[in-house]
């Protein structure tokens, strides 16, 4: 019938049905085989054939020290800090945190979690290169800051178990808006440990990152 001749034989369409099947096939093990060759530190298709599972491992997360801070002289919410991440020299980091932390003594000398691979800004005319971590509740009035062990090695990375990968470059954070799709995963569980969507632990060598709050509090 007509029919027929217009869509060709059930044979002609199962054969082309397969062919469009086994490219579609082909093109999804040639991405599969793109992601697993791509060098950990390396191209975005990685992490997107990976989807979110490991986009927290594109942030630096880093101990520092608060060597020195001072009051910003042109904005009552900001402390500008001078932050020891292991590197030549200093970190310059601005944190809207005289709300919570009112004396100088409250930072300096105290060691913090440093997110270091985001590009400089300035805030209040004074260039910030990073941010230091706080878990703060939803009404984000109370805001604590995300505290390591004791005996932290500056310079350290946190790490996640079963969770493995390169730190993206400032550029590549800013560009494929990793902070906006990972920054709400990071919260703290019941025991106040921060985590990676609840499950998995903000770790370092000698122990877990936590901060002196209760479940559900955001880390950023």
Same mark, same amino acid.
């Given at each position: @019938?007509?029919? @027929?001749?217009?869509?060709? =034989?059930?044979?002609?369409?199962?054969? $082309?049905?397969?062919?469009?099947?086994?490219?579609?096939?082909?093109?999804?093990?040639?991405?599969?085989?793109?992601?697993?060759?791509?060098?950990?530190?390396?191209?975005? /298709?990685?992490?997107?054939?990976?989807?979110?599972?490991?986009?927290? #491992?594109?942030? +630096?997360?880093?101990?520092?020290?608060?060597?020195?801070? %001072?009051?910003?002289?042109?904005?009552?919410?900001? %402390?500008?800090?001078?932050?020891?991440?292991? @590197?030549?020299?200093?970190?310059?980091?601005? /944190?809207? &945190?005289?709300?919570?932390?009112?004396?100088?003594?409250?930072?300096?000398?105290?060691?913090?979690?440093?997110?270091? +691979?985001?590009?400089?800004?300035? &805030?209040?005319?004074?260039?910030?290169?990073?941010?230091?971590?706080? $878990? /703060?509740?939803?009404?984000?009035?109370?805001?604590?800051?995300?505290? !390591?062990?004791?005996?932290?090695?500056?310079?350290?990375?946190?790490?996640?178990?079963? &969770?493995? @990968?390169?730190?993206? #470059?400032? $550029?590549?954070?800013?560009?494929?808006?990793?902070?906006?799709?990972?920054?709400?995963? &990071?919260? #703290?569980?019941?025991?106040?440990?921060? #985590?990676?969507?609840?499950?998995?632990?903000?770790?370092? /060598?000698?122990?877990?990152? =936590?901060?002196?709050?209760?479940?559900?509090?955001? !880390?950023?």
């Amino acid at each position: @019938g007509g029919d @027929g001749a217009k869509e060709g =034989t059930p044979e002609q369409k199962a054969k $082309a049905e397969a062919k469009k099947k086994a490219k579609a096939d082909a093109k999804a093990a040639k991405k599969k085989a793109n992601a697993a060759a791509a060098p950990a530190g390396g191209a975005g /298709s990685a992490a997107g054939a990976a989807g979110d599972a490991d986009v927290v #491992t594109k942030l +630096n997360m880093v101990v520092g020290l608060i060597k020195k801070a %001072w009051k910003h002289p042109d904005s009552d919410k900001l %402390w500008c800090e001078e932050i020891d991440i292991g @590197g030549e020299k200093p970190r310059q980091i601005a /944190s809207g &945190l005289r709300k919570f932390y009112e004396n100088e003594s409250d930072l300096e000398g105290r060691k913090v979690l440093v997110l270091a +691979n985001l590009k400089a800004k300035k &805030l209040g005319g004074f260039p910030s290169e990073g941010m230091v971590l706080c $878990a /703060s509740n939803e009404a984000h009035d109370v805001v604590k800051f995300v505290e !390591v062990p004791a005996d932290a090695v500056i310079g350290e990375r946190v790490h996640f178990e079963g &969770l493995e @990968g390169e730190p993206a #470059t400032p $550029a590549q954070i800013g560009k494929k808006k990793v902070l906006e799709e990972v920054l709400p995963l &990071l919260v #703290t569980n019941a025991e106040g440990v921060c #985590t990676y969507k609840g499950e998995k632990a903000f770790l370092l /060598s000698n122990g877990q990152c =936590t901060a002196p709050v209760g479940e559900g509090f955001h !880390v950023a």
